[in-house]
């Protein structure tokens, strides 16, 4: 047995909608087309239900060639109409990521095991079909057959190597080996796992030190060298995810409509210091936006660094020799990280006798502020960013293409140029991944050299597993997610 | 007034109250700074999706209609779905609910079986040193933060001592060999219908910690009143005449002065159950507890209006039937209470 402590509850095990931390559960019960691997690994993606894939030169027409002889949890066999069904359901019901699902216009079963998509436009349904949300195949006859009530009662109706034999909901999920798994099982291999839905860290920390459990993660970052030092039989996982925290300066209100402004905001925060004082092995100062492990992510971008005398010297140039003026900075309220970020950057401001006023609101309240007139919204908005699937695009796009109606892009930044660049990038992903990747780089570069953000630190993953768990390699494209199918108990 | 009047009149006043607390807070989530549509979606929305979840949700009619829609479907038993989970709020509340009744319930209990004689002893032996003791529990108990006591509770009984259970309701050999058949979400009570005594056990085991954390508020609570009403009652005329007339010790506390005394106690232990039903939300998260508070909790915090009217309306039926339950209670146990 696997016992996985989870600090969080599953809000939907619905494989059409769950869009949050209930992957733990579903990538261990359903299967998408591909798999991303993690980061060192040689290749970027690995077959998981197709078993080779192909698209024409101009990445709209993408061929998947399925794996044979698979069953779904239900008995019902696995095969492209299956797959049609699960990509069409899952963009009929419109929640979550299945907007990656948009580029796709048709989709036309060539045979059994061979699954032809038809494109709008360009894109890179590899990875696309690689994604921890909204990507997993399922059975249309349970689909069919069964509301959505029926997954969250505890059930499932996948391809995965493990089923759900109970769920006691914000309790516990147990999971069972699924005999008909058609990669086959070894000795040594788990035959059930259990989470437990614990919310409070310590209780987590305790169960983890004692033994009562094998695996967790989100323990009081305080607590990290106390576990380091007497619990040799913790094993910490450090590796990095694919979330960052960004402060997207508000490039339509003064003062920081001028980018000589924004460039010295750029140099007043104090990166590693922060960093090394409050966060530790949490986290790393970002290059750009793409984070850390994830293609796209170049160290070879410039960063900023703290420097009050080139912010001074900038923001004399922008006619703010004395500073003079006031900003504000909204973040979550209870995220205790970004309220410290704000403390300290505040500090820094007064050097300059720039004034920040620093305010936790509720997401929605924050959110709610920055749609609304740029002129009234609040000049720095920070919040954290991660992929619905993993490409660069994701933070380019969603951040800072121009919007007409403001989602995302909370700095309202609009740069055509930028735009043409990411756009073209994003359609040479599914053709020449190395070329976009290049381009995906130098719209990093526009970025940093319009300061349209300050891009504070790329987050880490930090896991806990017991010592004589063996197998496990965090993947950051799953967050937290364990495969326990990889995993053998020493 | 008759009881019958009485109780009728009383159930048509909790009507209004619930129409009201359902306006009240019905509006009060659409005022907030909110988008359920985009809560709907997800975290990363985009406008079309947001467009069409606001379709799907009725969320483009004017407000009046989404309440009489909203209040249409309570009336058959339809609370709606939850932003969050997209899942019924009915089916999770069947969840949630009994796993908290039985928490605050165990609670109560031990408040009652330890906070009551030991107000009586209080009352009784005014000013001696067992006076002075008891009166120590129930401020320690008023004032020692809930989730303090709770983790100290863990730290000791589970982390150095082994002995009981660190959170959750049942263990894992439980759940995966012995799994207790939901009949009314009661633990307790579905495995004794089934006789799974095994599982019966356990979950007893299970409720101890929590349980007595969530309890001694409420001791503190049971004591201080009852030995304020204690010791009023016990200077009444006809306790020195059952005393004279050699009416046992025993039974002159615990029978002829507690009937009288006891009132105000089980007025406001009755409140604070109500109370807890949502108020044990750091009980909850400190034992893993899956209750009402933490549901309702995370609704707040992703501003899951569905579920918070819902529970607000949950919480507020419990309110009014407990309060009507504890003044026909007062007026059965004290004949000079009139109902009216």
Redesign the interface.
Known sequence: MFVYAHPTAFPDLDPARSFSNDSVITSNCYETLTFYNPPGSETLLNPKLAVSWESNPEATEWTFHLREDVTFQDGEPFNAEAVRYSINKTKEIGVGASYIWDPVEEIEVMDEYTIKFKLSYAAPLDLIASSGYQAWIYSPKAYEEHPTEWFNEGNCAGTGPYTIESYERGSRLVMARNENYWGGWKPGQFEKVVFEINQDPLVNQQKITAGAADFTYELPPDNIPNIRQNYPEIVIYENPSFQNLVGLLNTKKPPLDNVLVRQALSYSFPYEQFITAVLGERASQAYGVVPKGMWGHSDQLAQYSYDLDKAKQLLAEAGFADGGFELTMTYSAGDLDEQQLGEVWKAELEKLNIGLNVQGMAWEAQWDLAKSDPLKAQDIFVMYWWPDYVHPYSFLFSMFHCEESILFNLGYYCNPDYDKMIDDGFVLSGTDRQKAEEMFVQAQEILLEDAVSLFFYDVANIHYARSDIKGFKDNPAYPHVVFVYDLTRE | MGWLDYTLRRLLMAVLVLVSVSLITFFIARV????PA????????????IA??RLELGLDRPLWEQYLRYVGALLRGDFGT?V?????IL??LR??LP?TLELVIAAMLIAIAVGLPLGVLSGAMKGSLVDHLTRLVSIAGVSMPTFWLG?LL??FF??RL?ILP?????S?EV??YF?IQQITGFHLVDSAITGNWFAFKIVLVHLILPSFTLATYSIGLAIRMTRSTMAEVLGETYILAARVAGVPERLVLFVLALKNAIIPTITVLGLAFVYSLTGAILVE????W??LG??VT?AV?S?DFPVIVSVTLVVTIFYVFINLFLDLAQAALDPRVRLQ
Do not use: C, M
Not at chain 2, 38 to 49: I, K, R, Y
Not at chain 2, 285 to 288: D, L, N
């Open positions: 907030i700074p909110s988008d985009a809560a709907w979606v997800g975290p990363h929305p985009t406008q079309e999706q069409k979840a939850s969050r989970s997209h899942q019924p089916s999770d969840t949630y796993a983790l863990q730290l589970f982390g082994g660190i959170g959750a309701r049942v894992n759940a995966l799994p998260v400190i034992f893993s899956p209750g933490t549901y995370n915090l501003i």
